[in-house]
Structures are given as C-alpha cells and as structure tokens.
C-alpha cells in the first residue's frame, strides 16, 4: 500500500473545528513556526525541564535569537513535514511569523519570548472548541498572539474559542525551594497550587474521556479548572508518572486509537494505570535509538524519548522519526503503517511531531470509548 496516499474526501462540516481524539482521520492540522525563534528567558520554571546540557546553554543564552546553524535544519525539516501533510490531504494552517525577541512585562515581572514551535502546548482542541491554556512559563506568555488571525477565522465560522484565566505568574506559584527529585524519591513539583496553571501538551482525548498527568506546568487546580470548565460530559482521569522532570504527557503515554495505549515503560506502571486505560491493549515502546550527535545533544529541549512523540493520521498510519528504527519495527508488528519523516532537529525547540501540530479537525464524531 502507497502510504503517502491521500484521505478519502469527506463533507466539510460548517464548524471549521472538531476533534474529539487522538486517532480519527485526520482533516486539517496548525503546524507550528520556527521564524523570530528566541531562547527563552532564564526562569526555575525553565530550567528544571530542560536536559542538563541544553539547560546551561538556555541559562547562558537566554533572551538571543537561537542561531542559524540550528535554525536551518530544522526548518529544512519542517517544510518537508508539512509537505507529507500535504500529500496526504491534510489542510495545513500556520500562525504568523513573529518577533518573540521584543520584551514584554506585567506589574510583577518582565520577560522577552520563545517561539511557536508547539502549537500542541498553548490550545486546547475539545470537540468544537479550542481553548487558549494558562502556560506556567513567563517567556510564553502571549504566545497566542500570533495564533489569533487563525482563532478570529474559525471563530466567525463557527468555533468555540475560550481562554483560561490569565495566571499572574508572581513568585507565590513557585516552590523557591524546588530540587529535582534523585532516583528512587517521590515525584515533587515546581509548581504550589497558588492559581490554576496547565500546558494542553499534558493531557490527550479519548472521546468523553479525557487523561492528564501532573506536571512542573500542569498543576492540579489547572486540572480542577478544565474539569469544571468543561462539566458533567466528559470525566478527566489523572495518570501517575514517574518522570523526575515531567512536562507533557506524548512522551509518557499517548492513544493509537481505540483500545490501543502506548506507554514509555521507564515512566508508566501499567499497574498504576487508571482502570479503564488497563482494559485497553498496553503496547510498551521500545528503547529509543541513541542520537550520538554531539550537537543534538547539547541543543535538544527533550529527552530521549521523544521517539513516541508520533502523530496519527488515521487509526491505521502514523507519522515517525526514521531514526528510529526500533520503534518503526514495532510499530509495524503492531499493524500500524509508519510514515518516516526526518525531524530530529526540531528538537531544539521543544519537540516532535506531536508537539509541532495541533489537529483541530479530525473526521468522526463524540464517542465514549470505556
């Protein structure tokens, strides 16, 4: 079978907005930008999410323009990713490319940008709704800006758009005496309860079921927040990580499609899984392919496994790193149709394939799943 073939045509609904999963024939996708890229501002909230390395380059270099030898690769990368898309018949929409260098301030701090390498963190796609989250980093701040020509569209066509209320980000939201927990302690966070505070990259949608873990950007009164918000028909289930430094959910478990799971086998104890999710076939990611370049590793915002951070097309094909050869095998003996696309250098600004998308319509319709 060509898997570059392209989706059957489909009848446009009049809402220009709806996913309810991870895994429905995918029909339009934002994908992120790497233009006005800046490294973000030095913050504990920064730091203790980024690898060693990459964290004392981002603490020495904080608030430049990342340079181009890592800029054009990955741009190089991106442009062929959308262009799969494409071939697909997947409708790609971008934000406007932006100046995330200009310094911006609120009455309790001051911070210069990132960029919008990850659409997947800042919004929130929930049926025909896409909801703007409160980001715990200061340098992401208004990272929606550039997003809201794209939000204002879909809006007058019919979309929901909510925004989560606007966190203050004052010291008070900090554990000033924060420390990464060693092998074998409890998992601790960053973040105290102060306001309600999440990265929509914590949580994936399985119909009316909606799965989350804690981070050092999701807190649980985020979580309280979104499950009121979002009321009686839909249940959010918290799923325990051993992460000692965890920040988004694609990289620990992520849905394949109905009664499919894959779980990162060094951070997920399919005993501790909520008991709908041990109902369904676990699959357990292989061990990634090391990445022995040596400047990858000092400029990678992610950990090594970054090789589940793969996006569905369809129940059946998924989009992944051919660098990963282990996970490419796998995948095949499970049924699925990988589709190779070359992206690790993207990885520099904070993510895969999941992280740099953010499907806002998916062909099919609320289910529950469990």
Partial sequence: MNVYAPLP????????????????????????????????????????????????????????????????????????????????????????????????????????????????DSMLVIGDEILETPMAWPCRYFETHSYRPILKEYFRRGARWTSAPKPQLTDELFDP??????????????????????????????????????????????????RRHLGDGYRIHEIKSRCPNPMHIDTTILPLGPGKILINPEYIDPDELPDILKKWDILVAPEPDPIEDRILKITSMCGKWLSMNILMVDEKRMIVDPHHTKMMRQVEKWGFEPIPVPFLHYAAFGGAFHCATLDVRRRGTLERYF
């Avoid at 990265?199 to 050092?216: H, K, P």
């Fill in 177 to 226: 005496n924060f420390k990464l927990p060693e092998k074998g302690e409890p998992i601790r966070y960053i973040l105290t309860e102060f306001e309600p505070v999440f990265d929509a990259a914590d949580f994936f949608r399985c119909g009316r079921d909606i799965f989350v873990t804690r981070s050092n950007v999701t807190n649980a009164m985020g979580v309280d927040w979104l």
């Fill in 9 to 120: 045509a489909s009848v446009t609904a009049e809402c220009p907005v709806n996913s309810h999963n991870e895994w429905d024939p995918l029909e339009e996708i934002i994908v992120g930008r790497l233009e006005g890229s800046t490294i973000p501002s030095d913050h504990p909230v920064v730091t203790c999410n980024i690898p060693g390395m990459a964290a004392r380059a981002q603490a020495l270099a904080a608030g430049f323009r990342f340079p181009k030898f890592m800029i054009e690769p990955a741009q190089e990368e991106l442009d062929n990713f959308i262009k799969v898309l494409e071939s697909l018949g997947v409708k790609v929409t971008r934000p406007e490319p932006f100046n995330h260098k200009a310094k911006f301030s609120t009455p309790y701090w001051s911070s210069r940008g990132f960029c919008n390498s990850c659409p997947r």
